[in-house]
């Protein structure tokens, strides 16, 4: 059973900068491709960023990329999503989560998900 826990999120102004972190179990980050969806009020759930399970690519959505940054650490068991520059419309609930593949260039639909953690950016 894969688990994923999100910690961080919080307020900033825009322009701020704000750290996501997920703690995975075991051997998801061999066995999954693993990255950060976001769902704001009204709006469906969207792709953000993610690593392939051998973690030599990431994949960025064109709305964040070149402010988003995601990366792991395999041996603490945890993945980091940098937000840099950030914009009111990045206000949203953000998920980790681990899919079983990448497919046009993001996750393909996550076998699990976190709980979910809010970041709200003022302007």
């Known amino acids: 059973q894969v688990q994923l826990v999100e910690s961080g999120g919080g307020l900033v102004q825009a322009g701020g900068s704000l750290r996501l972190s997920c703690t995975v179990s075991?051997?998801?980050?061999?066995?999954?491709?693993t990255g950060w969806f976001r769902q704001a009020p009204g709006k469906e759930r969207e792709f953000v960023a993610g690593?392939?399970?051998?973690?030599?690519?990431?994949y960025y959505a064109d709305s964040v990329r070149g402010r988003f940054t995601v990366s792991r650490d395999v041996d603490k068991n945890t993945m980091i999503l940098q937000m840099n520059s950030l914009k009111p419309e990045d206000s949203a609930v953000y998920y980790c989560?681990?899919?079983?593949?990448?497919?046009?260039?993001?996750?393909?639909?996550?076998?699990?998900w976190g709980q979910g953690a809010q970041v709200t950016v003022s302007s």
């Open positions: 075991e051997r998801t980050f061999t066995n999954y491709a």
């Open positions: 989560a681990a899919s079983v593949g990448i497919v046009a260039g993001r996750l393909s639909t996550p076998d699990y």
């Open positions: 690593i392939r399970w051998s973690g030599d690519t990431t």
